[in-house]
């Protein structure tokens, strides 16, 4: 557990003095982390069974009791969805790097500072403290798989919003003044689809208790209805906003990428991804590993980073989709679905246009 940053004295002689100090921090820490159970029936099934089945092959997993199995409804082979995922390649999602757009206007300032401020929130919550450069060895930064996990889902329950805001208020407004939309619709209500497909591939790591799920119903209540109004008074600095939120995300994934290439995370060494993530991403028979499957999330980071810095470039009202529209000339680059080269295609930056 992090050290303490705030302390909070408490009057009891009687007790040792190591119990006289309350961390702000650390408690917090704890209860976030206590509030998930990554024991779950699913994980120990899945640790026990490393190096002996493939999860995808196991006949054990059918027995472990599942976090949110599937419906019971024996007519149904499967639900399917409308989004498929792109098929990322490795060499794409090694591409992916931490990146940063500068501020250009007040606008911006705006929204990197909500960003800022949400993140010191959230650091505060899931008991996270960023290393600075060249101290990322010491035990105060240091992340365990409860640690990430708790981040991962608290990040995910919230990242699911915007998308699912945005395109709802534009669904609105065109029905509202009989306008088209010029397809922004499809791609930010896929957005929220995507975030929704990290967050479960994350519970199916760990069972939230209720302590998490009290702090998601609150993150909820407020960013929904935070959100919500200020994409009415602003959309541009909404996707602005979005754009810097997801630049953190990728720092996130970042960060846990390292620690598993580091050998600080043992348990997720040699453990394969979830089910349900092989089948959402079309993971390779050889990519598969939680490794892998945190690439394959940050790479959708990434691409959320860019499609939402191209949004805040835009005229709101008239200009088309970028995303969704087709070119005359296909043979110039262009945005698209997929992770691009960016460098390859002559793109310096994340924003496109
Ligand atoms: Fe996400
Ligand atoms: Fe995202």
Redesign the pocket.
């Given at each position: 557990m992090s050290t303490s940053s705030v302390y909070m004295p408490l009057r009891a002689t009687s007790l040792p003095k190591s119990y006289l100090h309350l961390s702000l921090r650390g408690c917090i820490g704890v209860v976030a982390t206590a509030g998930l159970r990554p024991s779950s029936p699913w994980l120990v099934s899945r640790i026990n069974q490393q190096n002996t089945k493939r999860f995808i092959s196991s006949t054990q997993q059918t027995q472990a009791k599942e976090f949110f199995p599937p419906p019971k409804a024996p007519h149904i082979k499967e639900v399917e969805t409308a989004w498929l995922h792109p098929v990322y390649t490795q060499e794409q999602m090694y591409h992916v790097t931490v990146a940063h757009r500068e501020t250009k206007d007040w606008a911006d300032w705006i929204a990197l500072g909500t960003v800022r401020l949400l993140r010191w929130g959230m650091d505060l919550l899931t008991g996270y403290r960023h290393p600075t450069p060249g101290r990322e060895h010491e035990v105060q930064f240091q992340m365990n798989e409860k640690k990430w996990l708790t981040r991962f889902i608290f990040?995910?329950s919230v990242?699911g919003v915007p998308g699912m805001v945005g395109g709802m208020l534009r669904h609105l407004r065109s029905l509202r003044r009989l306008k088209r939309d010029n397809g922004w619709i499809e791609t930010l209500l896929e957005e929220a689809y995507?975030?929704r497909m990290?967050l479960l591939t994350f519970l199916k790591l760990a069972e939230p208790g209720w302590f998490m799920r009290l702090m998601v119903l609150g993150a909820q209540g407020v960013f929904f209805n935070g959100f919500f109004i200020s994409y009415l008074i602003s959309p541009r600095i909404c996707h602005r906003f979005v754009g810097y939120l997801e630049e953190e995300?990728v720092i996130t994934y970042t960060r846990a990428i390292q620690d598993i290439e580091r050998g600080t995370l043992p348990k997720w060494t040699n453990m394969d991804a979830p089910e349900i993530a092989i089948q959402y991403w079309k993971m390779p028979e050889d990519q598969r590993t939680m490794k892998d499957l945190l690439m394959y999330?940050r790479a959708?980071?990434a691409k959320h980073r860019e499609v939402n810095h191209t949004l805040g470039n835009l005229n709101q009202e008239a200009d088309p989709n970028p995303y969704s529209v087709k070119y005359k000339d296909p043979s110039k680059p262009h945005p698209g679905k997929g992770i691009v080269n960016l460098k390859a295609t002559g793109w310096e930056r994340d924003e496109v246009i």
């Amino acid at each position: 557990m992090s050290t303490s940053s705030v302390y909070m004295p408490l009057r009891a002689t009687s007790l040792p003095k190591s119990y006289l100090h309350l961390s702000l921090r650390g408690c917090i820490g704890v209860v976030a982390t206590a509030g998930l159970r990554p024991s779950s029936p699913w994980l120990v099934s899945r640790i026990n069974q490393q190096n002996t089945k493939r999860f995808i092959s196991s006949t054990q997993q059918t027995q472990a009791k599942e976090f949110f199995p599937p419906p019971k409804a024996p007519h149904i082979k499967e639900v399917e969805t409308a989004w498929l995922h792109p098929v990322y390649t490795q060499e794409q999602m090694y591409h992916v790097t931490v990146a940063h757009r500068e501020t250009k206007d007040w606008a911006d300032w705006i929204a990197l500072g909500t960003v800022r401020l949400l993140r010191w929130g959230m650091d505060l919550l899931t008991g996270y403290r960023h290393p600075t450069p060249g101290r990322e060895h010491e035990v105060q930064f240091q992340m365990n798989e409860k640690k990430w996990l708790t981040r991962f889902i608290f990040l995910e329950s919230v990242a699911g919003v915007p998308g699912m805001v945005g395109g709802m208020l534009r669904h609105l407004r065109s029905l509202r003044r009989l306008k088209r939309d010029n397809g922004w619709i499809e791609t930010l209500l896929e957005e929220a689809y995507n975030e929704r497909m990290h967050l479960l591939t994350f519970l199916k790591l760990a069972e939230p208790g209720w302590f998490m799920r009290l702090m998601v119903l609150g993150a909820q209540g407020v960013f929904f209805n935070g959100f919500f109004i200020s994409y009415l008074i602003s959309p541009r600095i909404c996707h602005r906003f979005v754009g810097y939120l997801e630049e953190e995300a990728v720092i996130t994934y970042t960060r846990a990428i390292q620690d598993i290439e580091r050998g600080t995370l043992p348990k997720w060494t040699n453990m394969d991804a979830p089910e349900i993530a092989i089948q959402y991403w079309k993971m390779p028979e050889d990519q598969r590993t939680m490794k892998d499957l945190l690439m394959y999330v940050r790479a959708d980071e990434a691409k959320h980073r860019e499609v939402n810095h191209t949004l805040g470039n835009l005229n709101q009202e008239a200009d088309p989709n970028p995303y969704s529209v087709k070119y005359k000339d296909p043979s110039k680059p262009h945005p698209g679905k997929g992770i691009v080269n960016l460098k390859a295609t002559g793109w310096e930056r994340d924003e496109v246009i």
